[in-house]
C-alpha cells in the first residue's frame, strides 16, 4: 500500500523489566525526536543518569513511581510521585539527575519522550546515582 511503513521494534529486556523505543523522527515524525517506553520490576530502581543537551518528559502510564531529581548547578534535589491514579507529565532539562523507583506491586510502565533522538556515537547520558 502507498505510504504505509512496518518497522520492526527491538525490545530489551533485563531483570528489571523492559524497554523498546516508539515513534522515532527516523520513522518519519518530523516534530518529535523520540518517545519511548520502559517498564520497571516491582522495587526496581532504573535512570540514575544526567544529559548535557537532551530534554525528555516523563509520565506514568501503568503503577507508580518515586522520581528523584537533582540540580547540578544548584544542588536542590525533588522528589515527585507519579502514577496511573493520576497521569501528569514532569520535564526533566539537561544538567538535571533523574533516577526513579517502581513503588508499585506490579509492572511499572513509564512513556517518555525526547527532544533529542538516542545516537550510539553520542548518547549523551551521564551515570550519576541519585536513588538507590
Not at 537532551?54 to 515527585?80: A, H, N, P, Q
Not at 544538567?95 to 517518555?112: A, P, S, T
Request: charged share 30%; glycine share 8%.
Amino acid at each position: 500500500m502507498k505510504d504505509i511503513e512496518i518497522k520492526d521494534l527491538k525490545v530489551f529486556k533485563d531483570h528489571r523489566g523492559w524497554f523498546v523505543e516508539l515513534f522515532r523522527k527516523e520513522f518519519g515524525i518530523e516534530k518529535m525526536a523520540q518517545v519511548n517506553l520502559t517498564v520497571a520490576a516491582p522495587g526496581m530502581v532504573k535512570g540514575n543518569h544526567y544529559h548535557l543537551y537532551k530534554t525528555e518528559w516523563y509520565c506514568v502510564i501503568k503503577g507508580g513511581m518515586r522520581l528523584v531529581l537533582k540540580d547540578m548547578d544548584s544542588g536542590k534535589v525533588s522528589e515527585i510521585t507519579l502514577g496511573d491514579d493520576k497521569l501528569r507529565i514532569v520535564k526533566i532539562p539537561p544538567r538535571v539527575i533523574h533516577g526513579f523507583k517502581n513503588i508499585g506491586e506490579g509492572d511499572m510502565y513509564l512513556l517518555y519522550c525526547t527532544d533529542t533522538p538516542f545516537d550510539p556515537q553520542d548518547p549523551d547520558t551521564f551515570a550519576e546515582v541519585v536513588l538507590e
